[in-house]
Structure formats: C-alpha cells, structure tokens
C-alpha cells in the first residue's frame, strides 16, 4: 500500500532518522512484505515530506523538489494541465523542472483522485489540497510542535507519538454507519481532510478553505425550446 505524508515545525526540525526507521518498519497488512519497499523523504525548509511504496510498479507516487526549495509529494492519479503530464507507465505525474507560483492553483484546478501536500518556498507556506470527492484519505494532528499528516491514520499516531484517546463521538459513528462523519475520526485529536480542501499552514497562521461545492439547483418549469 502506497502512502504519503509531511511535517511542518514551527521550531525546531528534529533529525529524519526517526522518521525513515519508522517508514522503513511499517507496513498495513501483516502478509505484506517490506523487501520492495521504496522510502524516500525530501527536507524543506520547516519540515519533511515523506512517501513509501512498491519498487518496479505502479505506486501512483509522484514526489519531488526543485533548486528553489520547492518540495512536492502526491498520491493518486492527476493531470496538470493536461493528461499528457500523467506518465502512464511509471504511474506518476511528470513535474516541472522548476515549480511555477502558479503552482498551488494548478493544483485544485488537475482533474484525478489524489492528495497532494506542497511546499511553496517563496511565500513559507506548506498547501494541502485533495479532489473534488476526497478520493485519497488524508488525516491530520495538530499540536504545539507543528502539523502532522498522513494518508495512514496508524502510521500518523506512530510518527508524531501522539496519545491514543478513544473519540466517542467518532466511534458512535463507526457503529452506526460503519464510518466516520466529516472530519471525525475515532481518535481524539485526530481530524480528516474534507473533499475538495485546500489547507495552509505557515509560521504565521493556517487556513482551510472547500474550493469546489456539488451544488444541487433543480429547476422546473423549463422550456424545451432552451
């Protein structure tokens, strides 16, 4: 299983050795063999972002960093401005050499299921932005050290040590569903990423925003003729 994630500190960056040894120690299912595992984690200027997949298939991750100190990570399938940018046979998107600041709006605007976090240098600004229909899971803890995120809810909690407190509200929703409702999930401290979410964090300040609604607008009473 494919997975992706990033840290943003709002102090001190600790070493990434912990954080690869982790990586490289985790894996979803317990028939699951870790000799393919692929590792890579890319420093930026507040943080990591990190992926891990298959070696020699298609693990629908595209990652990367330009001179600039740019720093991308994706998962899923997406075009840019258009499919031609989506390799097919790597089962990766083929990115810019440097990233433009045009950047974060290509980003909401791609057409695809993915989650894609991105580091934009000139303004310290990390984006988190997934599809229309939040296709690919994203979850997120925030604390007084920074902003941690994953695709993996047990690989977060790993990585970042949080504390595992049982959400009731999250857990009655499990039950009588059989999911979570929204950004609930059943760990206290632990939220998911709405569809069609574009988030920001920096030093500063942090946002989060839905770029796109699936409006329902029924009209009667029309005239054939238009």
Not at 22 to 28: G, I, Q, V, Y
Request: glycine share 8%; net charge negative; with cysteine.
């Amino acid at each position: 299983m494919s997975i992706i994630g990033g840290f943003f500190y709002f102090e001190t960056i600790p070493d990434q050795h912990d954080i690869c040894d982790c990586l490289n120690h985790f894996h979803c299912l317990s028939s699951e063999s870790k000799d393919q595992d692929q590792v890579r984690i890319i420093k930026y200027a507040h943080g990591y972002l990190f992926s891990k997949g298959k070696h020699n298939i298609r693990s629908l991750i595209t990652s990367g960093q330009d001179s600039l100190g740019n720093a991308f990570v994706m998962l899923g399938y997406s075009n840019l401005d258009d499919w031609k940018a989506w390799n097919v046979a790597e089962g990766s998107l083929a990115l810019p050499d440097v990233f433009p600041p045009s950047f974060p709006d290509k980003l909401i605007d791609m057409e695809g299921e993915y989650t894609a976090l991105y580091f934009e240098a000139q303004t310290d600004t990390l984006h988190v932005i997934n599809d229309r229909f939040g296709s690919r899971p994203l979850f997120y803890i925030k604390t007084d050290k920074g902003v941690f995120f994953c695709s993996n809810i047990i690989l977060l909690l790993r990585l970042c040590r949080h504390c595992v407190n049982l959400n009731p509200a999250g857990l009655m929703q499990m039950f009588r569903f059989g999911h979570t409702v929204g950004q609930t999930t059943h760990i206290v401290g632990v939220e998911r990423v709405l569809a069609a979410s574009h988030l920001t964090v920096s030093t500063k300040n942090g946002s989060q925003r839905k770029y796109w609604n699936l409006d329902y607008d029924p009209q009667i009473n029309l005239d054939p003729a238009d």
